[in-house]
């Protein structure tokens, strides 16, 4: 069984007056006590979530975070920083970092390594540019993607991770790719999972991202293989996110 996980990922927007907000409202909603749900602000207002979501559902994640334990690498998080506040997930490998940051495959399995080693379950995102889709190269790359990593953890870490399938053509471009070719790429990763383990490939959970919104969540979230969400723009707004939220089956 599968435990659902719907994920805002705020990414460089909000402020302490939107936490203070979701903090209300989630406080007073009525959500299904079998998922998980999730916001990752921006760091600086992780201090202030933590307080303020002590009394809803809502869960703390993280965009990112550097491997080092610590040191002079000036602007950076580390992990037991995160855990300090009390964070639960921490994004690692989501597009924008891949393309704006320039984090390679070996940057994005670092960080992994850092989250787990901290007992933080990382959000290991993958995804295929629409030159990749376009030329068939969808699986090969999402699944190079997944091997990078999953090759270099020991089969106990294998299961404390949660994959986000992020179409790159589909973030923030309101192209959303449809249940079907979601479910189609959800369940070649499922498959490939079992060349590392059954057990762990049936329990792993696999979160679409790309647009995903009101409108389409209900229908997205009912493919067999979509266990939850990682949601951008329409996490920002706490109506459109609560119903999503409430889109859960
Ligand atoms: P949008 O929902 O804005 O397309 O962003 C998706 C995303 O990148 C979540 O990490």
Redesign the pocket.
Known sequence: MRVPLIAG?W?MNGSLALVEQFGQAFGEANLSSSMEIAILPPSPYLAAAQTAFEKTPLRLGAQTVNPEPSGAYTGEVSASMLSEFGVHYV?AG???RRSLYHEDDKAVLVRVQAVLNEGLTPIL?VGETLAERDEGRTEATVLSQVKTVFDMLNAQQRQHVVI?Y?PVW????GRTATPEQAQTVHAAIRAYLVEYDKQMASTLRLLY?????RENAAELLAQPDIDGG??????LKVDDFLAICQSVG
């Open positions: 990922n990414k994004l989501h597009s924008e995102c986000a992020e589909a973030i923030g471009t991202g790309g647009s995903m919104k990682l949601i951008g723009g329409a996490s």
